[in-house]
């Protein structure tokens, strides 16, 4: 793993995120990432701790697509798909 986390070290942007984490100077927002290198961030900023994590996606498609792409960090990854509305509002 550290072969993947490796290069994220020589970003200044990263450093920056992880000193952000240390001083626990949050809400954190990191723009700018390109859609493939998002889930190696998420990991190589929490790592293994805390061992829950959620990440939140703007639609159904892109939380299967960052699940699939989280399982190569993580192979414990869960998908949890979005309730539907007409449920919420039916009346039973």
């Known amino acids: 793993m550290e072969t993947l986390l490796a ?3 020589e970003i200044t942007a990263y450093r920056n995120a ?3 984490i240390q001083k626990q100077q949050f809400p ?5 990432c390109i859609e493939s290198q998002k889930c190696q961030w998420i990991y190589g900023l929490t790592g293994e701790s805390p061992k829950w994590k ?6 159904e498609l892109r939380a299967r697509e960052i699940a699939e792409d989280y399982r190569m960090f993580d ?10 509305v007409i449920f919420f ?3 039973v």
């Open 75 to 84: 192979r414990e990854v869960m998908y949890y798909p979005a309730k539907d």
């Open 18 to 20: 992880e000193e952000a």
């Open 28 to 32: 954190l927002q990191i723009s700018g």
């Open 7 to 9: 290069p994220l070290a």
């Open 89 to 91: 509002s039916a009346d």
């Open 54 to 59: 959620v990440i939140i996606a703007a639609n």
